[in-house]
């Protein structure tokens, strides 16, 4: 699942749901059309902070971004709570039980809530000084 940002980088939205062995053929036609400043990737972590069982997936996704796109940053975001928290913005939003159970609307929400608190942790960085 693909979200993306607005250029104030102020909200984070859904883009698309992409297989992946489609991705790569998405993001070429993607970037063509659109400048794109950053791609984040969810960081799977378990509660002890070690990497969780899908880690070696993601991280080997990232290797293939990064020789992909060499030009392009790429920035992991720990992704925990994300499906949890997406659930919950569903239900608090009033939606159906079969609504609240799609798997592919939750992974898209879980995205929007990823980007968004990437670029929360950006503005909380430029705010302490921090600049990346």
């Known amino acids: 699942r693909l979200g993306v940002t607005d250029e104030q980088q102020i909200i984070a939205t859904g883009l698309a ?8 053929t998405y993001l070429d036609e993607y970037l063509l059309k659109h400048t794109v400043e950053c791609i984040v990737i969810g960081q ?4 002890d902070n070690t990497p969780s069982e899908s880690a070696a997936i993601t991280d ?9 796109f060499p030009n392009l940053k790429i920035e992991r975001m720990d992704e925990r709570f994300t499906s949890r928290m997406a659930s919950r913005a569903i239900l608090d939003a009033g939606a ?37």
Request: proline fraction near 2%.
């Open 60 to 68: 080997a996704f990232s290797r293939k971004l990064k020789k992909r």
């Open 44 to 47: 799977p972590m378990q509660m």
């Open 96 to 132: 159906r039980k079969s609504v609240r159970q799609d798997k592919a609307l939750v992974d898209m929400v879980s995205a929007i809530i990823l980007l968004q608190s990437y670029m929360e942790s950006l503005t909380m960085k430029k705010m302490r000084g921090l600049d990346t």
């Open 17 to 24: 749901t992409v297989a992946m062995d489609k991705v790569f």
